[in-house]
């Protein structure tokens, strides 16, 4: 799994993500909106990592997502398209 498939839904995977990091706000995830940069910027402010560790914190867990986190409106979106 990439960033842009979780910016292009966001509403399917932000709770995944707010899950793992439980320390994020509201008023973060209002400013994250998608955006890969600020949740590594929160996560390094909110857990007190560098940005290095931040990022990849990010990074993994955003690679090692499940499939089967996929709502069900986007498997039976992706089974019609034949993928």
């Known amino acids: 799994m990439n960033w842009d498939q979780i910016e292009g839904q ?6 995944r993500l707010r899950e793992k990091w439980g320390k994020l706000t509201e008023d973060d995830w209002q400013v994250i909106a998608g955006k890969k940069d ?17 990022q990849k914190e990010v990074d993994d867990f955003v690679r090692d997502m499940p499939e089967e986190w996929r709502t069900e409106k986007e498997t039976t ?7």
């Open 77 to 83: 979106r992706s089974k019609s398209r034949g993928a």
């Open 10 to 15: 966001w509403k399917q995977y932000s709770g």
């Open 38 to 54: 600020q949740l590594v910027g929160r996560v390094q402010e909110r857990y007190g990592v560098e940005r290095e560790q931040a």
